[in-house]
């Protein structure tokens, strides 16, 4: 089966659009722990030494973190957006929130969706909490940095709950 951006209604020059640089799959994956949702989850081996660390830290002050999502092919989200086209969403609405096939940080084994205890999965209202504060503070310590931040110029709406780990 060929994945292509046409076949899902995404205009030749997103990238460019969106100032979003394709985002490659990496050679080489690690398995993590499980997830909240006891699914397995991968990611490359610098990004789970650095996020096995830094939550490590986190439970010693107190502060719950878990995983929700990490590594993500380009197949898996290709077939998330053509899912939610197939429920009437439309292509400008599902690129709000999802980056394009190929484009997604989850492609590159580095980035993490994040949860606290008390608050849902991936909600905007994840900032107030003190697992976010929490990040905010500490996470560059471990090369981990939000890359969606409000009013982002790529367009993408505002993830408190997706950090990337960027060494350098
Ligand atoms: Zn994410």
């Keep these: 089966m060929s994945l292509s951006h046409a ?3 995404i ?4 990238g460019q659009r969106c100032g979003l640089t394709l985002c490659p799959e990496p050679e080489e994956l690690v398995d993590t722990e499980l997830d909240f949702y006891q699914r397995p ?3 490359v081996a610098a990004a789970l030494r650095s ?3 830094m939550r490590a830290t986190a439970t010693g002050d107190g502060i719950s973190l878990f995983l929700i999502s990490a590594y993500r092919s380009v197949e898996y989200q290709h077939k998330l957006i053509a899912a939610k086209l197939e429920k009437g969403e439309l292509i400008e609405q599902v690129l709000r929130v999802n980056a394009a096939p190929g484009f997604s940080e989850h492609h590159l084994g580095r980035a993490l969706d994040l ?5 849902d999965a991936l909600v905007v209202e994840f900032e107030n909490t003190d697992a976010f504060q929490w990040l905010m503070e500490n996470s560059a310590t471990y090369d981990f940095y939000l890359s969606y931040p ?3 110029a790529s367009g993408i709406a ?6 990337c780990f960027q060494q350098g």
């Design 7 to 9: 076949q899902l209604g």
């Design 11 to 14: 205009p030749p020059d997103y």
């Design 41 to 43: 989850q991968k990611l």
């Design 51 to 53: 996020w096995t660390l």
């Design 115 to 119: 949860g606290t205890l008390g608050c």
């Design 150 to 152: 409000r009013n982002h």
């Design 158 to 163: 505002y993830e408190p709950w997706h950090w």
